[in-house]
């Protein structure tokens, strides 16, 4: 079946790195564009990055702009998103998406905690 899980969180100092990581199976993942969201600690869910199939282009949210990266590995099936200069309002759950035969499909989601 068609499957996301997440890997990657953790705690991270104000100014740090993490790179979340996203696996992919059940379906041909370079024919579909995936996406990152974030929910921060009682708000609703966001998408931070998108990138599109094949090479894939790239669009973020203004708060993430020249801080987050997303980019993919089509033959790990894999998607990836650097985080760096990483602030206390990055906390969040992150989760990875993809839209799949216009169903939604969402992975378990990794918990980012950003504090020192």
């Known amino acids: 079946q068609v499957q996301l899980v997440e890997s990657g969180g953790g705690l991270v100092q104000p100014g740090g790195s993490l790179r979340l990581s996203c696996a992919a199976s059940?379906?041909?993942?370079?024919?579909?564009?995936m996406n990152w969201y974030w929910q921060p600690p009682g708000k609703g869910r966001e998408m931070v990055a998108t990138?599109?199939?094949?090479?894939?282009?790239?669009n973020y949210a203004d708060s993430v702009k020249g801080r987050f990266t997303i980019s993919r590995d089509n033959g790990k099936n894999t998607v990836y998103l650097q985080m760096n200069s990483l602030k206390p309002e990055d906390t969040a759950v992150y989760y990875c998406?993809?839209?799949?035969?216009?169903?939604?499909?969402w992975g378990q989601g990794t918990l980012v905690t950003v504090s020192s």
């Open positions: 990138i599109g199939s094949g090479r894939g282009s790239t």
């Open positions: 998406n993809t839209r799949y035969r216009f169903r939604e499909v």
């Open positions: 059940g379906f041909t993942f370079s024919d579909y564009a």
